[in-house]
């Protein structure tokens, strides 16, 4: 997106891009701060639909897990734009005030992706995309109201370390990574686990 647009058309593309997929996740009922959604989204938490361990998670168990909502694939492929465009924006309080609603859905659309569809062929690209809007979103919560984008953006983090768990499980499965050597531990993977830990 850098290399083909400037600065400004950019942020106007931003702009617009933003409103378009804020109306079309809730046209589909997939918006953050709907609460049948959150809801559906709250359940990877459980230990009754993925069994998190530190070896190699569970596969995800889909009985208590309503059907993902009609147009799914096409609100993922406006949501990786969206986080493109706003991964790539010099963020001011203008920008962030404006994006953020739509912005912290689609980085849950983008994880709860791969934690159903953990082999798609973007699941790489995904994953950097994922990494480097962490990266802006820690900065951004600062000047949030601690709630709902504090509680929001703690969610998203336990949510990844699932979804981030699901495509370790699915290399393994396949044979890409060697089970005790070969994969290599991000740094946002590192502090989740730690997250997640209950020290006693």
Known sequence: ????????????????????????????????FEDTWINRVRRYLSPAVIDVSDDV???V???????LPAGWDE???NGRVCLELISSAKLTEYILWLHTC????????IIVNMIEFPE?????????????????????????PKEPFSTILSISHQLDRRAKGQVYRTLLMKGDVSHENDFQMSPSTAWALLDDIEFQ
Not at 6 to 26: C, F, G, Q, V, Y
Not at 102 to 109: H, Q, V
Not at 120 to 144: A, G, N, P, W
Request: aromatic residues 6%; hydrophobic residues 40%; proline residues 4%.
């Open 1 to 32: 997106i850098d290399e083909r647009l400037s600065p400004l058309a950019r942020d106007m593309m931003a702009n617009l891009w933003s409103r378009h997929i804020e109306t079309r996740i809730k046209i589909h009922s997939i918006f953050t």
């Open 57 to 59: 998670d569970g596969e």
């Open 61 to 67: 168990r889909r009985a208590d897990l309503t059907p």
């Open 75 to 77: 609100c993922v492929g």
């Open 102 to 109: 739509t912005a912290l859905p689609c980085l849950i659309l």
């Open 120 to 144: 798609h062929d973007l699941v790489t690209q995904d994953r950097k995309l994922l990494d480097s809007c962490f990266v802006v979103f820690e900065d951004m919560i600062q000047y949030l």
